[in-house]
């Protein structure tokens, strides 16, 4: 099993979402947060005066899924989250060890 983290831009979490829901992962984590990458920020205007905006809004997508599906699942968060310029996002692929339905107590894939 793997846990992908997919730090994007907010207006692209419809389309993602989507495009996750058709190729059959079924479930999925969404955070709003906040952060930088190399963009660094940029500076708005505001009633006259100049300021830095550091951390900008992104989405935060947690999806649990078993080993087979998890290119598929880079490809399409890929596809429908890029729009080719600077802040894009990130895909963090991680190894799960163990996943436990507090339900029933089903454990791994099963428990996905």
Do not use: C, W
């Not at 992908?4 to 190729?23: M, R, T, Y």
């Not at 479930?27 to 940029?42: A, L, Y």
């Amino acid at each position: 099993m793997k846990k992908i983290e997919a730090v994007i831009k907010p207006f692209k979490l419809d389309e993602v979402k989507d495009k996750l829901n058709e190729i059959g992962v079924q479930g999925i984590t969404v955070s709003e947060v906040k952060g930088f990458g190399r963009q660094k920020g940029h500076t708005e205007l505001y009633r006259g005066a100049e300021y830095v905006v550091d951390f900008l809004p992104k989405i935060k997508l947690e999806i649990v899924i078993s080993d087979k599906l998890v290119q598929k699942v880079v490809d399409t968060i890929i596809s429908s989250a890029q729009t080719g310029r600077i802040g894009d996002g990130k895909i963090f692929v991680l190894p799960l060890e163990d996943t436990i339905r507090i339900r029933t107590g089903e454990r791994g894939d099963d428990a996905i």
